[in-house]
């Protein structure tokens, strides 16, 4: 199953973007959908998470008061409304969804997307 990002694209500093993520059709109340970023030249990390049947939420630090993960169940897709964005946001974003009792360990997500680039220039 490959989920779909999208809402991706060039921003300012200061600016918003709001990513999409539609995810499977039958998805546990106990899964969790997150995504990640990859950085130029750096590795895929953690940047929020929203469990699917409680709507509990966790961020990493840097994201913390300006990004906010959602969910809306009935359509199956889940947001990444990000504001104030720096330009060390810039990255590949990732969707991906799973039973993950740890948040932030991607090899407990078992569906990917093919990741949206953002891009926040000065």
């Known amino acids: 199953v490959q989920l779909v990002e999208s809402g991706g694209g060039l921003v300012q500093a200061g600016g918003s973007l709001t990513l999409s993520c539609d995810t499977p059709?039958?998805?546990?109340?106990?899964?969790?959908a997150a995504w990640f970023r990859r950085a130029p030249g750096k590795e895929r990390v953690f940047v929020a998470a929203?469990?699917?049947?409680?709507?509990?939420?966790v961020y990493t630090d840097s994201v913390k008061g300006r990004f906010t993960i959602s969910k809306d169940s009935a359509k199956n897709t889940v947001y990444l409304q990000m504001n104030n964005l720096k330009i060390e946001d810039t990255a590949v974003y990732y969707c991906?969804?799973?039973?993950?009792?740890?948040?932030?360990?991607?090899?407990?997500?078992?569906?990917w997307g093919q990741g949206t680039q953002v891009t926040v220039s000065s």
């Open positions: 929203i469990t699917w049947g409680s709507g509990t939420t």
């Open positions: 059709a039958r998805t546990f109340n106990n899964w969790r």
């Open positions: 991906a969804v799973g039973f993950a009792p740890s948040y932030s360990d991607q090899r407990l997500y078992a569906y």
